[in-house]
């Protein structure tokens, strides 16, 4: 049973900063993508970020591109979101997704592991 634990989750005021952590458990894939996806009350849900295993192939939402960076390290089976420079229209549930395939995706569909989401909410 693979487990995604988020933490990081809270309130900000606009212009700051927060960082996401996932901590993934009871698996381990010799070679996934990892990605965060966020969903905004009334919203689809959207990916924001994905990583390769290696970290050496990374996507980024064009509305965060400078923003927000994500990260992982792998001997702790962790991956993070740096968010800064929020703004209230990030405000959204954050969700961490893994994807046991060596190839990204991105939508929702292609992600079969999910975290339970945390609450990000940026104040203007």
């Known amino acids: 049973q693979v487990q995604l634990v988020e933490s990081g989750g809270g309130l900000v005021e606009a212009g700051g900063s927060l960082t996401l952590s996932c901590t993934v458990s009871g698996r381990t894939f010799s070679d996934y993508y990892m990605g965060w996806f966020r969903q905004a009350l009334g919203k689809e849900r959207e990916m924001v970020a994905a990583t390769s295993w290696s970290g050496n192939t990374k996507y980024y939402l064009d509305s965060v591109k400078g923003r927000f960076t994500i990260s992982r390290d792998n001997a702790k089976n962790t991956v993070y979101l740096q968010m800064n420079s929020l703004k209230p229209e990030d405000t959204a549930v954050y969700y961490c997704?893994?994807?046991?395939?060596?190839?990204?995706?991105?939508?929702?569909?292609?992600?079969?592991?999910w975290g339970q989401g945390t609450q990000v909410t940026v104040s203007s």
């Open positions: 997704a893994a994807r046991p395939i060596a190839t990204i995706g991105y939508t929702r569909y292609e992600y079969p592991y």
